[in-house]
Protein backbone atom coordinates (compact mmCIF):
# COMPACT_ATOMS: atom_id res chain seq x y z
CA UNK A 1 0.00 0.00 0.00
CA UNK A 2 2.90 2.26 0.86
CA UNK A 3 4.75 1.46 -2.57
CA UNK A 4 1.70 2.53 -4.21
CA UNK A 5 0.83 5.58 -2.53
CA UNK A 6 4.49 6.63 -3.10
CA UNK A 7 4.25 5.69 -6.74
CA UNK A 8 1.20 7.57 -6.62
CA UNK A 9 2.51 10.68 -5.28
CA UNK A 10 5.63 10.86 -7.55
CA UNK A 11 3.38 10.41 -10.57
CA UNK A 12 1.38 13.13 -9.85
CA UNK A 13 4.45 15.44 -8.97
CA UNK A 14 5.64 14.77 -12.38
CA UNK A 15 2.31 15.92 -13.77
CA UNK A 16 2.60 19.22 -11.94
CA UNK A 17 6.35 19.69 -13.31
CA UNK A 18 5.28 19.03 -17.13
CA UNK A 19 2.09 21.18 -16.63
CA UNK A 20 4.63 24.56 -15.08
CA UNK A 21 7.72 23.40 -17.26
CA UNK A 22 5.14 23.49 -19.95
CA UNK A 23 3.72 26.42 -19.19
CA UNK A 24 7.04 28.51 -17.89
CA UNK A 25 8.39 27.58 -21.38
CA UNK A 26 5.41 29.15 -23.52
CA UNK A 27 5.45 32.63 -21.17
CA UNK A 28 9.14 32.27 -19.72
CA UNK A 29 7.96 34.58 -17.09
CA UNK A 30 10.37 33.46 -14.06
CA UNK A 31 12.78 32.61 -16.75
CA UNK A 32 13.20 36.00 -18.33
CA UNK A 33 13.00 37.50 -14.54
CA UNK A 34 15.69 35.39 -13.04
CA UNK A 35 18.15 35.75 -16.03
CA UNK A 36 17.71 39.46 -16.55
CA UNK A 37 18.83 40.01 -12.91
CA UNK A 38 21.38 37.81 -12.80
CA UNK A 39 22.95 39.70 -16.09
CA UNK A 40 22.30 42.83 -14.77
CA UNK A 41 23.87 42.42 -11.23
CA UNK A 42 27.11 41.13 -12.53
CA UNK A 43 27.05 43.72 -15.32
CA UNK A 44 26.93 46.49 -12.73
CA UNK A 45 29.38 44.25 -10.37
CA UNK A 46 31.92 44.04 -12.98
CA UNK A 47 31.34 47.49 -14.45
CA UNK A 48 33.53 48.63 -11.25
CA UNK A 49 35.39 45.53 -10.51
CA UNK A 50 35.80 43.85 -12.94
CA UNK A 51 39.38 41.39 -13.86
CA UNK A 52 41.12 44.09 -12.14
CA UNK A 53 39.36 43.40 -8.59
CA UNK A 54 42.70 40.50 -7.95
CA UNK A 55 44.81 43.20 -8.37
CA UNK A 56 42.96 45.79 -6.09
CA UNK A 57 41.50 43.92 -3.12
CA UNK A 58 43.32 41.52 -1.00
CA UNK A 59 39.66 40.02 -0.03
CA UNK A 60 39.32 39.54 -3.89
CA UNK A 61 37.65 36.19 -3.14
CA UNK A 62 35.39 37.40 -0.24
CA UNK A 63 33.67 39.73 -2.36
CA UNK A 64 33.58 37.36 -5.61
CA UNK A 65 31.74 35.17 -3.16
CA UNK A 66 29.48 37.61 -1.63
CA UNK A 67 28.52 39.21 -5.35
CA UNK A 68 28.02 35.72 -6.52
CA UNK A 69 25.37 35.00 -3.79
CA UNK A 70 23.90 38.31 -3.85
CA UNK A 71 23.43 37.72 -7.59
CA UNK A 72 21.86 34.29 -6.79
CA UNK A 73 19.62 35.44 -4.02
CA UNK A 74 18.04 38.27 -5.73
CA UNK A 75 17.19 36.34 -9.15
CA UNK A 76 15.29 33.69 -6.92
CA UNK A 77 13.71 36.55 -5.16
CA UNK A 78 12.60 37.99 -7.94
CA UNK A 79 11.71 35.19 -10.28
CA UNK A 80 10.37 32.48 -8.60
CA UNK A 81 7.81 34.81 -6.44
CA UNK A 82 4.97 33.55 -8.71
CA UNK A 83 4.91 29.70 -8.13
CA UNK A 84 1.48 30.01 -6.88
CA UNK A 85 0.31 33.09 -7.65
CA UNK A 86 0.12 32.30 -11.34
CA UNK A 87 -2.66 29.70 -10.21
CA UNK A 88 -4.48 31.76 -8.12
CA UNK A 89 -4.54 34.35 -10.81
CA UNK A 90 -6.03 31.74 -13.50
CA UNK A 91 -7.94 30.24 -10.88
CA UNK A 92 -6.37 27.05 -11.71
CA UNK A 93 -5.47 26.44 -7.96
CA UNK A 94 -9.28 24.70 -6.93
CA UNK A 95 -8.60 22.54 -9.66
CA UNK A 96 -4.96 21.38 -8.90
CA UNK A 97 -6.79 20.85 -5.01
CA UNK A 98 -9.51 18.45 -6.35
CA UNK A 99 -7.19 16.50 -8.58
CA UNK A 100 -3.78 16.58 -6.83
CA UNK A 101 -2.43 15.75 -3.48
CA UNK A 102 -1.13 18.65 -1.22
CA UNK A 103 2.81 17.08 -1.35
CA UNK A 104 2.84 16.43 -5.33
CA UNK A 105 1.49 20.03 -5.64
CA UNK A 106 4.68 21.08 -3.48
CA UNK A 107 7.14 18.66 -5.18
CA UNK A 108 6.37 19.33 -8.77
CA UNK A 109 6.22 23.54 -8.06
CA UNK A 110 9.81 22.71 -6.28
CA UNK A 111 11.53 20.43 -8.90
CA UNK A 112 10.84 23.70 -11.24
CA UNK A 113 11.67 25.88 -9.26
CA UNK A 114 15.09 23.99 -8.70
CA UNK A 115 15.33 23.41 -12.32
CA UNK A 116 15.56 27.21 -13.19
CA UNK A 117 17.71 28.02 -9.99
CA UNK A 118 20.62 25.46 -10.84
CA UNK A 119 20.44 26.75 -14.72
CA UNK A 120 20.73 30.24 -12.80
CA UNK A 121 23.35 29.44 -11.02
CA UNK A 122 25.16 28.18 -13.92
CA UNK A 123 24.13 31.25 -15.46
CA UNK A 124 25.58 33.35 -12.99
CA UNK A 125 29.02 31.31 -12.24
CA UNK A 126 30.02 31.45 -16.11
CA UNK A 127 29.09 35.23 -16.15
CA UNK A 128 31.31 36.25 -13.12
CA UNK A 129 33.91 34.24 -14.69
CA UNK A 130 33.64 35.91 -17.55
CA UNK A 131 33.57 39.22 -17.04
CA UNK A 132 35.34 39.50 -13.25
CA UNK A 133 37.96 37.01 -13.50
CA UNK A 134 36.12 34.28 -10.95
CA UNK A 135 38.35 31.49 -10.54
CA UNK A 136 37.75 28.31 -8.68
CA UNK A 137 40.44 26.03 -7.50
CA UNK A 138 38.72 23.56 -5.60
CA UNK A 139 36.07 22.93 -7.62
CA UNK A 140 34.21 19.74 -6.47
CA UNK A 141 34.09 22.13 -3.41
CA UNK A 142 32.20 24.54 -5.31
CA UNK A 143 30.08 22.26 -7.22
CA UNK A 144 28.67 20.72 -3.55
CA UNK A 145 28.21 24.39 -2.65
CA UNK A 146 25.71 25.18 -5.14
CA UNK A 147 23.91 22.06 -5.75
CA UNK A 148 23.05 22.39 -1.55
CA UNK A 149 22.62 25.91 -1.66
CA UNK A 150 20.05 26.12 -4.43
CA UNK A 151 18.63 23.14 -2.69
CA UNK A 152 17.81 25.31 0.21
CA UNK A 153 16.78 28.30 -1.99
CA UNK A 154 14.44 26.25 -3.90
CA UNK A 155 12.53 24.42 -0.82
CA UNK A 156 12.11 28.15 0.77
CA UNK A 157 11.10 29.97 -2.15
CA UNK A 158 8.05 27.18 -2.78
CA UNK A 159 7.22 26.95 0.42
CA UNK A 160 7.02 30.75 0.95
CA UNK A 161 5.55 31.38 -2.53
CA UNK A 162 2.83 29.14 -1.48
CA UNK A 163 2.12 31.67 1.54
CA UNK A 164 1.96 34.82 -0.38
CA UNK A 165 -0.22 33.44 -3.00
CA UNK A 166 -3.00 35.56 -1.87
CA UNK A 167 -1.72 38.56 -0.21
CA UNK A 168 -1.41 41.82 -1.82
CA UNK A 169 1.83 42.70 -1.16
CA UNK A 170 3.33 39.67 -2.69
CA UNK A 171 6.66 40.87 -3.58
CA UNK A 172 7.68 42.47 -0.41
CA UNK A 173 6.53 39.83 1.96
CA UNK A 174 7.95 37.02 -0.27
CA UNK A 175 11.43 39.21 0.84
CA UNK A 176 10.43 40.02 4.40
CA UNK A 177 9.91 36.11 4.36
CA UNK A 178 12.60 34.74 2.78
CA UNK A 179 15.78 36.41 4.13
CA UNK A 180 15.12 35.99 7.59
CA UNK A 181 14.50 32.15 6.85
CA UNK A 182 17.82 31.70 4.50
CA UNK A 183 19.93 34.00 6.23
CA UNK A 184 22.17 31.32 8.34
CA UNK A 185 22.33 29.28 4.75
CA UNK A 186 23.53 32.32 3.03
CA UNK A 187 26.19 32.97 5.49
CA UNK A 188 27.74 29.36 4.90
CA UNK A 189 27.11 29.53 1.35
CA UNK A 190 29.50 32.57 1.19
CA UNK A 191 31.51 31.34 3.51
CA UNK A 192 32.68 28.20 1.59
CA UNK A 193 32.18 29.70 -1.69
CA UNK A 194 35.17 31.62 -0.75
CA UNK A 195 37.24 28.77 0.34
CA UNK A 196 36.12 27.24 -2.62
CA UNK A 197 37.70 29.97 -4.22
CA UNK A 198 40.80 29.96 -2.36
CA UNK A 199 41.77 26.31 -2.96
CA UNK A 200 41.06 25.09 0.16
CA UNK A 201 40.22 21.63 0.85
CA UNK A 202 36.75 20.06 0.94
CA UNK A 203 38.26 18.45 4.04
CA UNK A 204 39.02 21.34 5.63
CA UNK A 205 35.29 23.05 4.78
CA UNK A 206 33.73 19.47 6.08
CA UNK A 207 32.25 21.14 8.72
CA UNK A 208 30.28 24.46 6.46
CA UNK A 209 29.24 21.41 4.36
CA UNK A 210 27.97 20.00 7.59
CA UNK A 211 26.25 22.47 8.45
CA UNK A 212 24.59 23.43 4.96
CA UNK A 213 23.36 20.18 4.37
CA UNK A 214 21.78 19.84 7.98
CA UNK A 215 19.74 23.56 7.43
CA UNK A 216 19.01 22.17 4.08
CA UNK A 217 17.44 19.15 5.51
CA UNK A 218 15.41 20.97 8.57
CA UNK A 219 14.02 23.03 6.22
CA UNK A 220 13.05 20.61 3.64
CA UNK A 221 10.78 18.55 6.52
CA UNK A 222 9.46 21.84 7.86
CA UNK A 223 8.57 22.74 4.62
CA UNK A 224 7.02 19.35 3.73
CA UNK A 225 5.26 19.01 7.17
CA UNK A 226 3.46 22.91 6.93
CA UNK A 227 2.83 23.25 3.15
CA UNK A 228 -0.47 20.98 3.37
CA UNK A 229 -1.41 23.09 5.85
CA UNK A 230 -0.51 26.37 3.69
CA UNK A 231 -2.20 24.64 0.59
CA UNK A 232 -5.52 23.48 1.78
CA UNK A 233 -5.62 26.91 3.75
Known amino acids: MNERRVAGLARASWAVFRKDLRIELRTRYALNALVMFVVTTVLVASFYLGPALLRRDQNAAATQAVLLWIAILFAALTGLARAFVGE??????LFLRLHAPGLAVFWGKWLLNTLLLQAVIVLATVCFALLTNLRIANL??????????????????????????????????FAALAVPVLFPLLVLCVQTTEQAI????????????????????????????????????
Do not use: D, H
Open 198 to 233: LGVSSAQALRNIQGMMAYVVALTATAVLLFPFVWEA
Open 140 to 173: LLFFVVVCVGGLGLSTTTTLIAAIIAKASARSAL
Open 88 to 93: EESETA
